[in-house]
């Protein structure tokens, strides 16, 4: 698990590069496309993420004691809380595309070039925004799937005090998905507020 998530490192963190590197040289763009984001969905779902990681953190705890029942609730409660997760952001998708901040189909143009900004970059800001983000969730779905699975099994009985590596193990990948998240919230939603709050 820990050189998978290395390799996954690699592969975010190629992507904030690139994003950085535009970041400096369109500030003005990013900015104010970033201002554009719906911060309060993705401040929600910031909790909702860092709830999941404390119930998966307690899966992780009560697995190497053996308590089968409170593994499992664990287990549900932090699959319920990555499934809400991508509910919101499923909102926010949509609420996003009403809104015309989806390049290629629903965009306007005229619309960034009133403000003043180019809208070429703001559309190359949107473009890392559903990248970042899209493949956030994927690994959000494998996660919930996997998770679902180890509650499956924890209901059964299959995880004791001698034996509970799975949990252990998904668990860090979880905690990885999170703490990705954590990272895209700032780069992605925080940038905007000084340019929204003039």
């Known amino acids: 698990m820990w050189v998978f998530l290395a390799t996954e490192v690699m592969v975010f963190g190629a992507l904030f590069t690139g994003y950085t590197v535009y970041r400096l040289n369109y500030s003005p763009s990013f900015e ?6 719906n911060l309060p969905i993705g401040a929600i779902n910031t909790i909702v993420l860092l709830t999941s990681s404390l119930t ?8 190497r ?9 664990c287990l549900v409660a932090t699959a319920l809380l990555g499934a809400l997760f991508l509910g919101l952001k499923a909102v926010e998708y949509y609420i996003d595309y009403r809104e015309h901040l989806v390049p290629g189909l629903a965009f306007d143009p005229a619309e960034w070039t009133a403000e003043g ?19 956030h969730a994927v690994h959000l779905i494998v996660g919930i799937t996997i998770i ?12 004791i ?26 780069l992605l939603y925080l940038i905007g507020v000084r340019t929204s709050w003039h």
Do not use: C
């Open 56 to 63: 998966m953190a307690m899966a992780v705890a009560y697995a």
């Open 148 to 159: 679902g699975v180890l509650a499956s099994l924890a209901s059964r009985g299959r995880f």
């Open 161 to 186: 005090a001698q034996y509970n590596a799975p949990v252990e193990m998904w668990g860090l990948y979880w905690h990885f998905v999170d703490i990705v998240w954590i990272f895209l919230l700032p």
């Open 32 to 37: 104010a496309a970033s201002a554009k984001l």
């Open 65 to 73: 004691l053996g308590h089968r029942r409170a593994i499992t609730l």
């Open 117 to 135: 900004v180019q809208p070429g970059k703001v559309q190359l800001f949107l473009m890392f925004y559903y990248v970042m983000t899209g493949l």
